[in-house]
């Protein structure tokens, strides 16, 4: 059984056709690519939309291109030691790299998860759901999650925004959240290209009101930008590209080759409820 719950009135689930229903009769449709919408008006807040398609089609123009598959190897390994069976939610998918990176792994391994993703970006969801049809795909906030109290042995949350309220209701007690975040040195000389007066990442202390940290990994590692549309690629998915001003854009598009020290933290906690 689905362990999707209907966002107006927390009921399961259930697919009827090609729709999901709930036994209030709230209904909500599979789209052609095989996500569903349980977004609501009143969940989406005022300055978080989501990724739009200029930064869901640079993302996927550079994550394909395996400038980040030192972290996507990582994060499949910390997922492979800390789970053993049940279901994933990956919160804040995306366009569904690391998701279907993270399933892909742990089939081959035999232990198939069952395994959800959501994203508050419809067109982010819609690219994710045409990439494995094995994954259920919503839009959906991460302040609001679509699934049943208790419903998800693990939740991985990849540089999305962060609701441990949220995050422990959705996890069964013991249950592992693992999350990856930008660390001190990430794209440094990217941003000296760009700025002034750049400034390193500041990395919040590792406590999480509700859960136990049970293990953490650096990966940090230089790589050249081989060309102009993949820095572009690069500079474009993140959330510098909205803060920049123009002046400073037009100072990367002068690089056709530029190197830059790429720096994670991906970090596991234990639900300690």
């Known amino acids: 059984m689905s362990i999707l719950i209907c966002p107006v009135c927390g009921n399961y689930l259930n697919i009827s056709g090609n729709s999901y229903i709930c036994r209030k009769n709230h209904c909500f449709d599979i789209a052609k690519s095989g996500y569903v919408n349980l977004l609501l008006s009143n969940h989406i807040g005022k ?3 989501g990724d739009n398609k200029l930064m869901v089609q640079a993302r996927r123009a550079f994550l394909e291109k395996g400038y980040y598959s030192p972290l996507r190897d990582e994060l499949c390994a910390m997922v492979g030691r800390n789970f053993s069976g049940g279901v994933i939610l990956d919160a804040g998918c995306g366009e569904g790299y690391y998701t279907s990176a993270i399933y892909e792994y742990l089939h081959q391994a035999d ?3 069952e395994m959800y993703g959501i994203d508050i970006s419809k067109i982010a969801v819609e690219m994710a759901a045409k990439r494995r049809r094995e994954i259920v795909y919503s839009t959906a906030s ?3 999650i679509p699934v049943h109290d208790s419903s998800c042995d693990m939740a991985v949350t990849l540089f ?4 441990g309220e949220e995050f422990r209701r ?4 013991g249950g592992t959240l693992i999350m990856a975040i930008p660390s001190e040195n990430h794209l440094w000389e990217m941003k000296q290209a760009i700025y002034d ?7 919040k202390p590792y406590d999480l009101e509700g859960f136990r940290l049970a293990e953490k990994k650096r990966i940090t590692y230089k790589t050249a930008l081989l060309s102009r549309e993949d820095i572009q690629s690069l500079f474009t998915m993140t959330p510098y590209y909205y803060r920049t001003a123009a ?3 037009e100072r990367l598009k002068q690089f056709d080759l530029l190197e830059t020290t790429m720096d994670f933290e991906l970090l596991a906690y234990k639900n300690s409820k």
């Open 247 to 249: 002046d400073q854009k």
């Open 170 to 173: 959705v996890l069964v007690p």
């Open 47 to 49: 300055t978080v939309h």
């Open 160 to 163: 999305a925004p962060y609701c």
């Open 111 to 113: 232990d198939t998860p």
């Open 197 to 203: 007066i750049p400034y390193k990442n500041q990395v």
């Open 142 to 144: 991460v302040f609001h």
